[in-house]
């Protein structure tokens, strides 16, 4: 029988399983001799497997406006207990510094005066909203949920690519991904010690219950989803699903003096606490888009007067920004006094104009990314853009410094992954997912590893194309399976200083046992107005976007 990998070639990115050709690495050895001696044809049957599981239970999402079931590659991604550690520890230390900053700049705004961060980078931020300043979380959490892509780099290094603190998305495939795989490689999970991702429905309630207003004995819970026509509708349902809460849409609450109230059969019941999935544009028709009906008008009056909690909070999206994402190292050591774990990629602010020109001369040889973008969209890969597309991007960059960064070209490492019916290295990243209760930042262990599927793409992203792997992340001796690393949250903001809020902007402006039981998923009757609502569902995923304006 042929040896699956015997034309397997290393590509140009650090190989995750091989060391060189032939040789696997330790944390792949037990995969490689379970893979080693099937046939592509038994491979095949196996990766058939998985896609009908995923298109039986309905998990998938929208491209083009196609609904298909999430490709999930039969090829699992490994991480040692000793890699992770360093994983986890980057990624809680800048959620950290990331809640620092946004507390501070819609409170008292110090890091501005201090020149940490320059006052045009933030109050140019298309998702810096001055209708959130003074807004003050019941615990102070603001990233409840945070997700933080990473890469590894030319020698494996992970390094952060950026950061998504408005509403992360790609949970919902890291724990089905989980489930299909235990059942197509039953033999290597038996032969493996790996960690489990079920925990984080729980760990998730948790968080949003310990964020209630203050003297809320019993929290209500409530996922607020922009409805069926989203495309992460799936991970919406299976979240209020598994932490035993109710789904509502936006018609199904109501807020009165300051009060927010879910409509049921038995009458109207105060909500406390509002899982958001809708991007702050379409949140609140008062404050913001006056012609949303995805919203509840009056949610944020509520959270001001601190009746109610928005998670993610209203305003994060400006720690999304991928400019301001250039300052987080120096974010970490200002409000933690600590050197940063996890390195950014090396990138090119463009405002400078000495800097705007080496970076315009060498165009062919960088990644170029307008600021607010997401999904992968608007991203220019220069080695492989034609000269048309490089004259183009020149003009757009040159008319708008502010909305570009440039990145070196990373090559991302490769993992074996199945194309046709032969394994091939694809470049891959990672979304880790981070979960922060006002006392702990919890990293989930694992993870959304997303795959780019054709030979030498470097965009990841589901909505570009891209695919997505289970992520193993191998238990250290001492600690069992499952047990999530944790790190303590650090007190923040400094006293002082003021944010001028007239200053002109420059553009815009597991859980255990659930309370009451587990009530089904609602998936509610589009109804008569489902034309606009429609709309407005899949207005907010232009651009590649998911939900939330942060795709996986």
């Known amino acids: ?189 038996a032969a493996t010690r790996i960690q489990q991702v079920d925990s984080y429905p729980g760990q998730l309630l948790r968080a949003l219950r310990a964020a209630a207003p203050a003297g809320t004995a ?83 009056n509520a959270a001001r007067a601190g009746r109610v909690t928005i998670a993610n909070a209203v305003g994060n999206g400006v720690a999304d920004d991928k400019l301001l994402y250039t300052y987080v190292p120096e974010l970490v050591r200002y409000y933690l006094g600590e050197e940063p774990i996890l390195p950014n990629v090396e990138t090119y602010r463009l405002e400078d104009p000495d800097v705007l020109d080496h970076v315009l001369d060498r165009l062919d040889q960088l990644v170029l990314k307008p600021v607010d973008g997401s999904g992968g969209a608007g991203i220019v890969i220069g080695s492989q853009a034609t000269d048309e597309q490089l004259a183009g991007l020149r003009e757009q960059v040159r008319h708008d410094p502010r909305g570009w960064i440039a990145q070196r070209e990373v090559a991302l490492s490769m993992v074996p992954t199945l194309v046709g019916n032969r394994l091939r290295a694809r470049h891959v990243d990672l979304r880790p997912f981070a979960v922060n209760d006002g006392q702990q930042v919890r990293v989930l262990p694992g993870g959304l590893t997303r795959v780019a599927l054709p030979e030498g793409a470097l965009v990841v992203n589901s909505s570009q194309g891209g695919g997505s792997k289970d992520t193993w992340v191998l238990a250290p001796a001492p600690r069992g399976a499952g047990e999530p690393a944790v790190a303590t949250l650090i007190p923040t903001p400094r006293d002082g200083g003021t944010l001028a809020l007239d200053e002109p902007a420059g553009g815009r402006l597991a859980l255990d046992e659930p309370a009451g039981g587990v009530p089904p998923t609602r998936r509610p009757d589009p109804g008569p107005d489902a034309g606009p609502v429609a709309a407005q569902q899949q207005q907010q995923q232009q651009a590649g976007r998911l939900d939330g304006g942060t795709p996986c």
């Open 218 to 300: 019993d929290p209500t819970v409530v996922v607020l989803t922009p409805g069926v026509h989203n495309s992460a509708y799936f991970e919406h349902a299976l979240l209020a699903r598994e932490m035993g809460v109710e789904l509502v849409e936006g018609r199904d609450l109501v807020c009165v003096d300051n009060e927010v109230a879910m409509r049921t059969t038995a009458g109207e019941q105060r909500v406390d606490v509002i899982y958001r999935r809708i991007d702050d544009e379409f949140l609140d028709p008062v404050h913001f888009r006056a012609d949303s009906v995805l919203g509840v008008a009056g949610l944020l």
């Open 1 to 189: 029988m042929a040896d699956l990998f015997e034309d397997y070639r290393l590509g140009p990115g650090w190989d995750e399983m091989f060391s060189e050709a032939g040789v696997p690495r330790e944390t792949y050895e037990a995969l490689h001799a379970t893979l080693q001696p099937l046939s592509s044809a038994e491979l095949g049957g196996r990766a058939e497997v998985l896609a009908r599981a995923f298109l039986d239970q309905g998990i998938t999402f929208a491209l083009k406006g196609v609904e298909r079931p999430f490709p999930l590659d039969i090829v699992p991604r490994i991480i040692s207990a000793e890699q992770w550690r360093v994983v986890e520890a980057g990624v809680a230390q800048r959620v950290r510094a990331l809640e620092a900053f946004l507390a501070d700049i819609y409170g008292p705004a110090q890091v501005l005066a201090d020149r940490v961060v320059p006052r045009r980078v933030v109050v140019t931020s298309a998702h810096f909203h001055r209708e959130a300043a003074g807004v003050v979380p019941p615990n102070g959490v603001r990233v409840h949920v945070a997700g933080v892509d990473l890469i590894r780099d030319e020698v494996g290094a992970f390094r952060v690519l950026e950061d998504n603190v408005r509403v992360p998305s790609g949970v919902s495939y890291v724990m089905e991904n989980r489930r299909a795989m235990a059942n197509v490689l039953p033999e290597v999970f």
